[in-house]
C-alpha cells in the first residue's frame, strides 16, 4: 500500500514550520526571521558567511555597529568590532561566539564590511580600517589585509595600495586564468566600484576605470551561479543585479531585495549581502534595519541622537532564483534552508 506523502507549510509569526512529512521525500529546512540579532550591540550589519574548517561549523562575521549606544549622529557606525555567529546545525540556529582581536595601533578604532577567502590552507581577511570613531560620515578608509589558519587568531599584513585611501566593501573571487580579483567601492571616485587584481593575495594591482560607473553604489558582491558571474550592488533602496559571461563586461538588470517581506524583522529592503552557493542553490545574506520606513530614513532626535529602533539592524537569509536570464528574489515564499558540512 503506497501512502500519499503530504507536506503542509504553516505559517507561525513569520516562521515557516513543516508538518506531517513523516512520508515526505525531503524536509524544508526554514531559514528563520530574522536569522540573527547581535545580542551584545543589537547591530549586527554587512555579513559574510565561511565554513570555518578547524571548527567544522558554518561562521558569519559582520559590522558590530554599536546600535545600542546613544551617542549622536552616526556614532554607533564607529568603534566597531567584527563581531562572530556559529552554527552547528546547518544554519537552523546562529550563536553570538564574540569579537575578532585586530588592533593594529593603540585606541578605539574602527572596522567595517569584511571579506574572507581561503587559499592554500590560509584564511585571508579585506576588511575596512578608520583610525578611531566618529560622530558624522568620514574619516581614512583603508583596506587591511590579514591571515589566519583557524578564523579567530589574525596576523596584519599590510595596508593595500587601491585607488584612494577612501575605500570600503571588498568583494573577491578567483578567477579561471588563477587570478584574484578585488571588487570595492571608491567614495573618492563618487562612490564608483573600482577593481584590482593579484596572484598571491598580498600585492595587487590597480584598474584605473571603474567597472561599474552607472550610478552610486557600494558592497559589491561577486558569485558564479548558472553560468555567470553575478555582481551584486547595493543602492541603499535594495540591491542591484549586473550579470557577465566573463567577469569583465558586467550587463546592468533589474534590483532584488528591494521591498519588504511579510517576514518578521524583513523590512524594508535588504542592504550589504553575502552570497553562498550550495547544492546549486544561491543563498543571500543580507542586513536590513527593521524599524524604518525605507533604508535611509533615520533622523535624529532634538538632542542630535538618532533613536534605538531606527539604528538598530538584523540579518536575513533568502534564495536567489535564476528565471528568464536573471536572477529574482521572493522573500515571501518558503524555501529549504540547509547548509551542508563542507
Known sequence: MHFKKVLLLVSIMGFYKVVGAQY???????????????????GAADPVVI????????WMLYSQRRANTEAPDVAYCYGND??????????????????????????????????????????????????????????????AHYTSTNLWDWKFIDFLKLSSEDVIDASLCKMPNGLWRMWYKDDANNARIMLAESNDLYKWKMVNQPVISDSRQEGPKIFQYENYYWM?????????????KDGEIWEKQGL?????????????????????????????????????ISHGEAPAGENGIIPFNLRRSSIQAAQLEFKNGTLVCDRNKPFDFWLPDE
Open 256 to 292: 532584488v531585495l528591494d521591498s519588504a517581506s511579510s517576514r518578521r524583522e524583513d523590512k524594508p529592503s535588504g542592504a550589504h549581502g553575502d552570497v553562498i552557493v550550495v547544492n546549486n542553490k544561491a543563498y543571500i545574506f543580507y542586513f536590513t534595519h527593521p524599524g524604518r
Open 24 to 42: 515526505a521525500d525531503s524536509i524544508l529546512h526554514a531559514a528563520p526571521a530574522p536569522l540573527f540579532r547581535d545580542p551584545i550591540t543589537d
Open 82 to 143: 567584527i563581531g562572530i555567529a556559529s552554527t552547528k546545525d546547518h544554519g537552523q540556529t546562529w550563536v553570538y561566539r564574540g569579537t575578532l582581536n585586530l588592533e593594529i595601533e593603540k585606541g578605539r578604532n574602527t572596522f567595517w564590511a569584511p571579506d574572507i577567502v581561503y587559499e592554500n590552507g590560509m584564511y585571508h581577511m579585506f576588511v575596512v580600517y578608520i583610525q578611531g570613531a566618529r560622530i558624522h560620515w568620514g574619516g581614512k578608509k583603508r583596506m
Open 51 to 58: 565554513w570555518n574548517r578547524a571548527e567544522k561549523s558554518w
Open 232 to 244: 551584486l550592488t547595493d543602492e541603499w533602496h535594495g540591491m542591484r543585479v549586473y550579470r557577465s
